[in-house]
């Protein structure tokens, strides 16, 4: 990465001039994102606005967004202040799985919104994560600082993090170009067949429940989705199932096991629940026991899914790194009772 040089004489206090110099590795590079490589906390949407509005220069001569750089070439910017349109930071606690000068790996807990959003505008892990770190990428715009991908709200488990818009590209074209391993866990309902299968089906829009998809083969908004399982534990009525999904299609996972008949448990979507106490998990047991002393105990409040592991090349070193979340308290629970019920 270049590195800018000291601004000289500035008339204007509010306003950075920054100089670079292109090399090989920005050659053919459209001015606007070889900026947002080169300047963090801004968005290559708010440098392209300065670039359209002449705020740039290569080798003198002003250019538009969409010019193509070449080795050698000297680029200038004369760089507004940062808009404040970032999330507010909140002292939320995060539990890190990994930490380095370019990314960070973060233990999302259930029920944690990822970014702002209406509705949600606070608690969010983008809220949290503006309080823990000064700097991250902002190649997704103001409201998603480091954030690369997402989390449904109740699923737990691994969420990456970017620190720099050079690691946030990278990594965004390796969950593009799925060299990105994702494995999820999930505890579903129903008895899947087969210990081991693949799901492939289109996923669209629902025809009628705007917060939900569907399977739609025919349907113009519809996108190819593929979705690797294998039982891992087998229990009456449920099972604990490894998920790989291999695109990354809106509620993937939680479509595609329901397709299947075996929806994710305590999925007020896809399953018609929201929670689950424990006389309710004997009862889906087919356990006809008497009401015993703990059955109104609930065992869980969201759905049964958690993303446990990633594993993928350092989008700057090359190190291969495997990151796990541990199975977080509520399902562990559920599995408790489950193995304890069905032991016995």
């Known amino acids: 990465m270049p590195e800018p040089v000291q601004p000289t004489s500035d008339p204007r206090p509010p306003t950075r001039h920054l100089q670079f110099e292109a090399t090989e590795a920005e050659q053919g590079q459209r001015i606007d994102a070889a900026l947002a490589l080169w300047i963090d906390g801004y968005s290559r949407v708010f440098l392209r606005k300065v670039v359209q509005e002449g705020g740039a220069t290569v080798d003198g001569v002003r250019v538009k967004p969409s010019f193509r750089l070449q080795s050698g070439q000297r680029v200038a910017i004369d760089l507004p202040p940062r808009p404040d349109e970032g999330p507010r930071p909140e002292a939320i606690p995060l539990r890190f799985l990994y930490e380095d000068e370019h990314l960070i790996a973060v233990d999302k807990p259930p029920g944690m919104v990822v970014h702002p959003a209406k509705g949600n505008w606070s608690g969010t892990l983008a809220s949290a994560l503006a309080y823990h770190f000064q700097t991250l990428s902002d190649i997704g715009g103001p409201t998603r600082p480091g954030i690369i991908h ?5 699923t737990s488990g691994v969420i990456v993090v970017a620190k720099t818009n050079r690691v946030h590209l990278a990594m965004g074209e390796m969950f593009e170009q799925r060299t990105i391993e994702k494995e999820y866990l999930a505890i579903t309902i129903g008895r899947l067949e087969l210990d081991r299968d693949v799901i492939r089906m289109p996923i669209g829009p629902h025809p009628y429940q705007r917060d939900k998809m569907a399977i739609r083969r025919d349907h113009p908004q519809s996108r190819d989705a593929e979705t690797w399982y294998e039982v891992v534990e087998r229990f009456e009525g449920l099972s604990l199932v490894r998920v790989t999904p291999k695109t ?11 397709h299947v008949g075996s929806p994710v448990l305590c999925d007020r979507l896809y399953a018609g629940h929201a929670r689950v106490t424990r006389g309710e998990l004997m009862r889906r047991m087919a356990r006809r026991t008497p009401p015993q002393a703990g059955d109104e105990e609930v065992l869980l409040e969201r759905h049964a899914l958690h993303a446990h592991r990633l594993r993928f090349p350092h989008p700057i070193t090359g190190e291969v790194l495997e990151i796990v979340s541990p199975l977080p308290d ?4 559920v599995l408790a009772c489950l193995r304890e019920s069905h032991g016995g």
Not at 150 to 154: A, H, K, N, Q, S
Not at 248 to 258: A, D, F, K, S
């Open 150 to 154: 997402r989390l449904d709200r109740d």
């Open 330 to 333: 509520d399902m562990q629970r």
């Open 248 to 258: 990354g299609r809106t509620h993937q996972i939680r479509v595609h096991l329901e």
